[in-house]
């Protein structure tokens, strides 16, 4: 007996997830937070009198009354997802499937595709403009389709870090009469949100996170914002326990815990100027302006760049040949002494490539 014969055809051409995982490396792939939480926070967590032979609130209700304190719309407007990754696929389970496509702008976040095929929604790409702009018009064109239910936007953009004009996306969400999705996993870093237009649009969804200026990325918390009838919809497709008790709880002290989480936004941002700053001074580099915790870059050969500095201890995410861009690096900063020590290892590659001479080195 074969089992493959009895797999889903579609679910063949997928591959299967996984990835390496590096030991003794200074974490730069993940555009996580790499500070410690907050004093404080993590002894209330470890104090807090869990009952894990409970199920837990499967309405997130205590979680969902701090993210509608955080964010400003009504409880009922919000869903809570083990990480955002699920929350997408929630949203293409309840609008997407066979017969209906989804409006992509590679490059970009990869999970919308992968999640697209998993549900069976075709995916309709429409690149950014030289790989950084949005293409307003082109996706409103194709977005009249009738097979297409939703458009993904993400801003600031994964991997480009570039962050797209609030009338822009509002257009879309305006002129498009689909689900849009207003990606906003780096918000926190760029203070640009559609979170305040909510009321105005029933099609429009703001998605967030918990695993990147929260530093919770191994809790799996994100969170979906919309009208509350909309969001009544895709909590039909949800599983009851999807976030466990641990990270809900995670998730409220978190935002209790919001003043130190904007001092470490702070620092972030100071240490991706700092390395940003950095990688441009090496001549044949092209570094892209980011407004969010994570830098795309060109060297010269990625491949090259990507083992060198992997073998001097800094794991950085190659994102392989990025649609229009073409073979890319992107990285996220560590803990200061880290990037110090990571702009040096960017120096010495450089000079014992001769890419830099000898008397520009600091
Ligand atoms: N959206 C974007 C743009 C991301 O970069 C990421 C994480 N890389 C996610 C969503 C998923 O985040 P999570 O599932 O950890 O909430």
């Known amino acids: 007996m ?19 995982v590096y030991s003794e490396v200074v974490k730069m792939d993940a555009n996580e937070n790499p500070y410690a939480w907050p004093q404080g926070m993590r002894e209330e967590l470890e104090g807090s009198l869990l009952q894990f032979n409970r199920y837990p609130d499967p309405n997130a209700g205590e979680l969902k009354d701090a993210i ?23 949203v293409l389970l309840t609008f997407g499937g066979e017969g209906k496509a989804v409006v992509v702008h590679p490059p970009t976040f990869g999970m919308y595709q992968a999640a697209a095929r998993v549900t069976g929604t075709k995916a309709l790409p429409v ?9 307003v018009e082109r996706i409103l064109e194709r977005a009249q389709a009738p097979e297409v239910s939703i458009i993904i936007l ?14 822009d996306l509002l257009k ?31 099609n429009l969804l703001v998605m967030r996170t918990f695993s990147k200026a929260f530093g919770l990325a191994g809790l799996r918390l994100g969170y979906l914002l919309g009208q509350a009838e909309t969001i009544s919809l895709i909590n039909r497709v949800r599983q009851p326990y999807n976030v466990n008790s641990f990270s809900q709880k995670a998730g409220i002290l978190a935002l209790k815990y919001l003043d130190h989480y904007l001092e470490q936004i702070e620092a972030l941002k100071r240490e991706t100027e700092k390395i940003y700053r950095a990688l441009t001074e090496i001549p044949v580099f092209k570094v892209y302006p980011t407004q969010s915790n994570f830098i795309l870059f060109q060297p010269d050969d990625a491949d090259v760049w990507h083992r060198e500095l992997l073998e001097r201890g800094f794991l950085v ?19 200061p002494e880290d990037n110090e020590a990571f702009i040096k290892a960017v120096w010495e590659i450089a000079m014992a490539r001769k890419l830099v001479k000898l008397q520009a080195v600091r």
């Open 2 to 20: 074969d089992v493959a014969d009895l797999v889903r055809p579609d679910v063949l051409s997928l591959e299967p997830l996984g990835g390496k």
């Open 172 to 202: 879309i969400a305006a002129a498009s009469g689909k689900i849009v999705v207003m990606d906003e996993a780096y918000a926190e870093f760029c203070g640009q949100s559609l979170v305040d237009e909510i009321a105005n649009y029933p």
């Open 154 to 167: 993400c801003s600031p953009n994964n991997p480009t870090g570039t962050l797209f004009a609030r009338a």
């Open 317 to 335: 995410r190659h994102m392989g040949e990025l649609p229009v861009l073409g073979k890319s690096l992107r990285l996220s900063p560590g803990l």
């Open 127 to 135: 690149p950014l403009l030289n790989g950084l702009n949005l293409d």
């Open 68 to 90: 509608s304190e955080y964010s400003g719309v009504p409880a009922d407007g919000i869903l809570v997802g083990n990480g955002s990754d699920e929350l997408i696929q929630m």
